[in-house]
C-alpha cells in the first residue's frame, strides 16, 4: 500500500482518511510526492461514515450537513447535480467514495491500521509505530485526524444523575440503543448537534417534554435566506471582513428578529460573534413550545436537576451536546498538544513553530464548512515539499500567527470551541497570498528542498 511517487522527494506520512486526509494524499499523488496514509476503520470517509467502526463518527441517522452543496464541493470534483441543497449524510459519504475512487486514491490508503505513536527522532525524522507493532520512518508527517470524535463531557457538575446519559457523539435515532418515546428528555448545549438532536426528539410521537439547557444565549441561524441556501450569499472580496461582518448581521437580525422573541435567553453578544448554530426547525419547535428553554445547570439531583435559578425538572434521559476536546492520542510531546485553554498555535493553521516537517490539515473550525478546507491547506503542503514553497523565518511566523489569530477570532467571545475559528474566505484568499510569498523566498533559497528524502535510505 502506500504511493511510491519519487525518490528525490520526502517520503511522507498522513495520520487518517477522512475528507482532510484523502484529499491530502490526492495532492501529493498529483505532486508525485511518496506517501503511506493510514487509517484506523476498514474504510474512508471519518467523520461522516456512520457507525464508523472506529468509533470516532458522530453522526446521527437524520443528519443533513448544514452547509449547502454550493459551499462543500471539491474544487475538481463537482457535486452531483441532482443532490438537494443540503445533502444527508449518506450521500456526502457517498461522493467521498466517487472521488477516492475516480483519482485513484483509495489503493494508495493502509485500512484498519492505526498509528499509536509517533515522534521525531533527534535527527529530525518521524518515527511511527502502527497497530501491528510495525515501525517505520519518515521525512515529514500530516497529521488529519479530526477533531469532532473525542467528546468533552463536563464533570464539573456536583451531585449524580439517575437515568440515562449519552454524549450527542454517540446519539444515533430516537429509538436505539435508548427509547426516548415517552420520556422527559433534557438536550445540553447550543451548537448544531443540539439544535439538530432536540428537534428531533420533540417531535410529540417522541419525547413527552423536551428541555434545552443553555448557559448563554445564542444565535440560531436560518439554512434559508431570501428563498436561497443562506452560506450561498458571498460578499464581495473587496469588502472590508469588519464591514461585511457589519451587513450580514443586519441582515441577519431582519431575517429572524429577536431570539428572545422566540422563547430564549437574550444573548450577550452579536450574531456571527460565535461559532453560529444552524437550523432549519429549532426556532419553531422552540415557538411551538415543543422545546422548553432551561438555563445553566447548578447541580445534578438524582432523578432530575436542579438549574440555577432554582428550578428542579425530573428528567429520564441527559444528551450532553457539549462538543469536543481536541486530541493527538499519537504524541507524547507537550509541544504538539494543546494547553488548558484549548489553544494550539499554527502558522496558517498548519506549522508549529520549530516542527518544520510536521503539518496538521483540517484542524480549524471555518465558516462556512470544514469539509474541503484540507484540500486547500494541501496546496501548501505540496508546494513546500517539492521546493516550490519556502516558510518566513521562525520570527515572523510567529508574528503571522499572531495577526491571524486576532483576524479570524478576535470577534468572537472568549470560548474553548473558538480557539480555532477561521473566515473561510478569507483564509483561502489569505493562503493564496503566502503562497505567492513563499515561492519568491524558495526562488531565493533556489528551490532546495526544506525536508530532504533521508528516510527510504534508513528503511
Not at 13 to 41: M, Q, W
Not at 85 to 110: C, K, W
Not at 216 to 236: Q, T
Request: charged share 25%.
Amino acid at each position: 500500500m502506500g504511493f511510491n511517487g519519487a525518490a528525490h522527494l520526502p517520503k511522507v506520512c498522513i495520520i487518517g482518511a477522512g475528507p482532510s486526509g484523502f484529499t491530502t494524499a490526492k495532492r501529493l499523488k498529483d505532486a508525485n510526492i511518496p506517501y503511506d496514509c493510514f487509517e484506523v476503520s476498514d474504510n474512508i470517509g471519518g467523520n461522516w461514515y456512520f457507525n464508523n467502526p472506529n468509533g470516532m463518527s458522530s453522526c446521527y441517522e437524520s443528519l443533513h450537513i448544514d452547509t449547502s452543496k454550493w459551499r462543500l464541493a471539491f474544487e475538481d470534483f463537482p457535486v452531483p447535480k441532482n443532490w438537494p441543497d443540503f445533502p444527508h449524510h449518506s450521500q456526502l459519504l457517498q461522493y467521498f467514495h466517487d472521488y477516492v475512487d475516480h483519482f485513484g486514491v483509495r489503493e494508495t490508503i493502509t485500512f484498519n491500521t492505526g498509528v499509536d505513536h509517533a515522534a521525531r527522532r533527534d535527527d529530525g525524522l518521524w518515527e511511527v509505530r502502527l497497530s501491528t507493532g510495525e515501525a517505520r520512518v519518515y521525512d515529514a508527517l500530516i497529521v488529519a485526524n479530526g477533531h469532532h470524535w473525542d467528546p468533552r463531557i463536563p464533570y464539573e457538575y456536583p451531585g449524580e444523575f439517575d437515568g440515562y446519559q449519552v454524549h450527542s457523539h454517540h446519539y444515533r435515532d430516537p429509538f436505539e440503543p435508548y427509547d426516548f418515546r415517552g420520556k422527559k428528555v433534557m438536550v445540553v448545549g447550543g451548537g448544531n448537534s443540539a439544535m439538530d438532536i432536540s428537534s428531533e426528539l420533540s417531535q410529540r410521537p417522541i419525547a413527552d417534554t423536551l428541555y434545552i439547557s443553555l448557559r448563554r444565549g445564542i444565535w440560531v441561524l436560518p439554512k434559508y435566506m431570501n428563498g436561497k441556501p443562506a452560506d450561498k450569499a458571498v460578499l464581495p472580496a473587496w469588502l472590508p471582513s469588519g464591514l461585511g461582518r457589519k451587513l450580514a448581521r443586519g441582515a441577519i437580525k431582519k431575517s429572524i428578529g429577536n431570539m428572545e422573541n422566540y422563547g430564549l435567553p437574550k444573548p450577550d453578544h452579536e450574531p456571527l460573534e460565535g461559532h453560529p448554530s444552524v437550523s432549519g426547525e429549532f426556532l419553531t419547535r422552540v415557538g411551538c413550545g415543543d422545546i422548553q428553554v432551561k438555563g445553566a445547570i447548578e447541580r445534578l439531583d438524582g432523578d432530575g436537576v436542579v438549574f440555577k435559578d432554582g428550578t428542579r425538572e425530573e428528567l429520564d434521559a441527559i444528551v450532553w451536546a457539549t462538543g469536543y476536546k481536541i486530541s493527538f492520542p499519537f504524541f507524547s510531546d507537550n509541544l504538539l498538544k494543546p494547553d488548558e485553554n484549548h489553544k494550539f498555535d499554527l502558522f496558517k493553521r498548519m506549522v508549529r513553530d520549530g516542527f518544520g516537517n510536521l503539518f496538521f490539515v483540517g484542524l480549524a473550525q471555518p465558516l462556512p464548512t470544514l469539509v474541503n478546507l484540507a484540500e486547500q491547506q494541501s496546496k501548501l503542503i505540496a508546494a513546500y515539499l517539492t521546493g516550490e514553497y519556502a516558510l518566513p523565518p521562525p520570527e515572523e511566523m510567529q508574528a503571522i500567527t499572531n495577526k491571524d489569530d486576532e483576524f479570524h477570532r478576535g470577534h468572537f467571545y472568549a470560548s474553548p470551541r473558538h480557539t480555532i475559528q477561521i473566515d473561510f474566505n478569507a483564509y483561502c484568499k489569505d493562503l493564496n497570498r503566502e503562497l505567492k510569498l513563499g515561492e519568491a523566498r524558495a526562488i531565493s533559497k533556489r528551490k532546495a528542498l526544506p525536508v530532504p528524502p533521508r528516510a527510504m535510505e534508513t528503511a
